[in-house]
């Protein structure tokens, strides 16, 4: 039996991994000033960063159209997949996982949709999981477990230097985001039950960051993880977090991913992100 696998674009799949799992990815749409390009092809996050930075910048993402996904189905299908896995950034984010279910109920029941709950990498495992499973010619029914199990095995933890972009884009409530400006508090985020919530709160960037470690190794537990670090303009952060998780996990951390998040992302969350993302292996 082969099954197909696809995700979206806000998987931000570290290029390392290109050409080693059979997964199509299809791309969101990033809209600036009016003018629009799919993310990771027409549009990069340097693109949107500077934008932002703008006064009068108009900055918008927008989901795929369900003809899209359904177009991307029936070519797997017509290909000689047996069935389709599509799995997609969390539904309290965007519109794409329902865009993805309008097309699989047209398409029909060899099409199975997976809201991961969570965004990046948060996402990426998830696919990359079951996109093993098709590879070990696992049916349907597993494979689409296969992407369920591993979504609950992750935690997607960030921090940014400010919460406006979030809230300008709905991404989190005004209440929240006032948290951002009083006292100069920098909170920590983390993805609970598909939404953006504050975790934490701490008064510097730099405690924020060795915060957002502990963080990461709490979630990682006793056992063995992998984690993806990602960033927006700010190498240096990522790097410093790669070295204090990898050293304080030791031999336990697995596979550890750097990637610069893409033009999606980047235009809710605005410059300075960086982010962690533990996927537990069990």
């Known amino acids: 039996m082969t099954i197909a696998v696809v ?19 299809v791309p969101l749409t990033v809209v600036i000033n009016g003018w629009d390009g799919l993310e990771g092809l027409e549009i990069s996050p340097a693109e949107v960063a500077r934008a932002l930075g703008g006064r009068r910048s108009s900055v918008s993402t927008s989901r795929p159209a369900p003809s899209q996904f359904a177009e991307v189905y029936r070519k797997l299908l017509d290909g000689g997949a047996d069935g389709v896995v599509s799995v997609h950034l969390s539904a309290k984010l965007s519109g794409t996982f329902e ?44 494979v689409r477990r296969a992407a369920v199990d591993h979504a609950d095995r992750v935690s997607t933890l960030f ?32 993805v609970v039950d598909g939404a953006v919530v504050v975790r934490d709160k701490v008064r510097t960037a730099g405690r924020a960051l060795s915060r957002l470690v502990d963080l990461a190794v709490e979630a990682a537990g006793a056992g063995e993880a992998d984690i993806a670090v990602h960033h927006l303009g700010t190498p240096e952060r990522a790097a410093a977090l790669v070295d204090a998780i990898t050293m304080r996990l030791g031999d336990r951390l697995r596979d550890c991913y750097l ?21 537990r292996r069990a």
Do not use: N, Q
């Open 7 to 25: 995700t979206d674009s806000t998987a931000y799949l570290p290029a390392e991994l290109d050409g080693r799992y059979e997964l199509t990815v």
């Open 99 to 142: 865009a993805a279910r309008l097309a699989a109920a047209e398409v029909g029941p060899r099409v199975r949709v997976v809201d991961s709950g969570t965004a990046a990498m948060g996402l990426g495992f998830p696919a990359l999981a079951a996109a093993t499973a098709a590879a070990r010619g696992e049916d349907l029914d597993a």
């Open 159 to 190: 921090y940014v230097d400010t919460l406006e972009f979030l809230r300008r884009g709905g991404r989190i409530g005004a209440a929240s985001a006032l948290l951002g400006t009083a006292l100069s508090v920098k909170p920590i985020l983390h």
């Open 259 to 279: 990637t610069e998040v893409g033009a999606v992302v980047a235009a809710h969350t605005g410059p300075g992100l960086a982010g962690v993302v533990v996927h």
